[in-house]
């Protein structure tokens, strides 16, 4: 009864690091997603997968990247990171956006870039 | 392409009394609403839901929202506060035609004893 796991759940980096924030769900979800949060900017999307294979961008997609090899995992990578990117990440998945269905969240990754 | 307003980045009540938090939203096509709390460190959890069905839904935790259209609003309520209900409160608007949710910037509740 996992749901959705994101690992790690706390990170500092240095400028110009590079690393990848997991995500993994259980639930056969095709959607999946990652969202930024921060203060006074609610939930910022990133890039989501409508299924294996396909990715696309969505609000701020500039210096991530994300690929979808598998139903389950949905790993988002930060190419060289800026302190701008300091954040709280969270991955999110849902059986289907047209039919209604809620979006589930992991607890977040929250990352810091020195 | 949809948005929401929340209206009051910040909401204080005290404990017993009314809970009234704002969302207003724009869409071309019928909308699918959400509602979701957020406490500290932790991820978003689904209060309730609107997917076209009663315009009056139903909650956890003595939440409730009504949908109406013509106002375009989905505001939440709950009768009467509890010092557990403290937290980060999203609105956000989905469709069946797109790929997307779309969330507002969020009310944070606080509740005074």
């Known amino acids: 009864n996992a749901g959705v796991t994101q690992t790690p759940k706390f990170q500092v980096l240095k400028t110009g690091q590079s690393m990848t924030l997991q995500c993994a769900q259980d639930?056969?979800?095709?959607?999946m997603s990652w969202y930024r949060q921060d203060p006074g900017m609610g939930l910022r999307l990133i890039h989501y997968s409508v299924g294996a294979g396909i990715t696309d961008q969505g609000e701020v997609p500039n210096g991530y990247n994300v690929s979808r090899s598998t139903t389950e995992d949905f790993p988002l990578r930060l190419l060289s990171a800026a302190p701008s990117q300091t954040s709280v990440y969270f991955c999110?998945?849902?059986?289907?956006?047209?039919?209604?269905?809620?979006?589930?969240f992991g607890d977040g990754t929250r990352l810091s870039i020195l | 392409a949809q948005s929401v307003t929340q209206l009051g980045s910040h909401v204080s009540v005290s404990e017993g009394a009314l809970v009234l938090l704002r969302c207003n939203y724009s869409s071309s096509v019928p909308p699918y609403l959400f509602w979701y709390v957020q406490y500290p460190n932790q991820g978003l959890q689904l209060l309730l839901k609107?997917?076209?069905?009663?315009?009056l839904v139903k909650g956890i935790n003595g939440f409730e929202a009504e949908f109406k259209k013509s106002e375009t609003s989905f505001h939440l309520t709950k009768p009467s506060a509890h010092m557990s209900d403290a937290a980060e409160y999203f609105c956000?608007?989905?469709?069946?035609?797109?790929?997307?949710?779309?969330f507002g910037t969020g009310t944070s509740l606080t509740v005074i004893p």
């Open positions: 639930m056969n979800h095709e959607y």
């Open positions: 956000a608007v989905s469709t069946n035609t797109g790929n997307q949710f779309y």
């Open positions: 609107y997917t076209s069905a009663a315009t």
């Open positions: 999110a998945s849902s059986y289907s956006l047209g039919s209604g269905q809620p979006q589930h």
